[in-house]
């Protein structure tokens, strides 16, 4: 089975700031999806990026991109120049493709996110 | 992009009745729907595949009897939590998957008490 793994609980950054929040996961398959999803306090999941496992170009979207190692099994997400709105969970989540595209998602246990201003 | 609907957004009822919750496409067809349940401050987990015309997949250690899902369309899931406990109260997420992306309604808080 996959597992997700996100090692830091909570990060807290300035505003304006850099930071890098860190995801691991663990499969068999070579072909998967990657995606960072945001919960703030309203619990609606948001899409902030997704990465196709056979693209070795790193994903970007305005000012969050990843770092995605697929060796390493590590897809890290890089938040840059922090907002205020930017505060809430992430959550690292897996898909596999050999369910023939019916496969839910594997969530990692979230990083709460501070925005210090 | 997709906007997938949840209704309703939050529900209390007693212990030993039955609730149901609605999770619409409203812009796409989707053939697929999932059903997540989150704890506080814990992370989404998948309990169960709906899939539109053939019954629901469910995952290890969800029970199928308590946890009724029918996709009678191609934009409507609906999960029935029967005789519904009070450790059945969760937030209760649904989702439906457009252009390989997953979109989430907006949960369902169900408290039983």
């Known amino acids: 089975a996959q597992t997700v793994t996100q090692s830091q609980p909570e990060m807290s950054v300035q505003e304006a700031e850099t930071v890098t929040l860190s995801c691991t996961y663990d499969?068999?398959?070579?072909?998967?999806?990657l995606f960072w999803y945001k919960q703030p306090p309203s619990r609606q999941m948001i899409l902030v990026i997704r990465?196709?496992?056979?693209?070795?170009q790193n994903a970007t979207e305005n000012r969050f991109s990843v770092n995605f190692q697929k060796a390493a099994k590590s897809f890290s997400l890089k938040i840059s120049d922090s907002q205020l709105g930017d505060a809430a969970m992430y959550f690292c989540?897996?898909?596999?493709?050999?369910?023939?595209?019916?496969?839910?998602?594997?969530f990692g246990k979230g990083t709460h996110l501070i925005i210090q201003p | 992009g997709a906007v997938v609907s949840q209704h309703p957004s939050w529900v209390i009822c007693k212990s030993g009745t039955s609730v149901k919750i609605e999770c619409r496409s409203l812009?796409?067809?989707?053939?697929?729907m999932f059903w997540y349940r989150q704890f506080p401050k814990q992370s989404l987990m998948l309990m169960a595949t709906?899939?539109?015309?053939?019954?629901?997949?469910?995952e290890q250690g969800v029970e199928k009897d308590k946890f009724l899902i029918n996709h009678a369309s191609l934009t409507l899931s609906t999960l029935t939590v029967t005789s519904a406990h009070p450790e059945d109260s969760s937030f209760y997420i649904c989702?439906?998957?457009?252009?390989?992306?997953?979109?989430f309604g907006q949960g369902t808080r169900l408290t039983v008490v």
């Open positions: 499969t068999s398959e070579s072909d998967y999806y």
């Open positions: 989702s439906a998957r457009e252009w390989g992306v997953a979109f």
């Open positions: 709906s899939n539109e015309g053939s019954k629901a997949t469910y």
């Open positions: 990465q196709e496992a056979y693209k070795q």
């Open positions: 812009d796409f067809q989707a053939t697929t």
């Open positions: 989540a897996y898909r596999g493709l050999t369910g023939g595209g019916a496969d839910g998602l594997t």
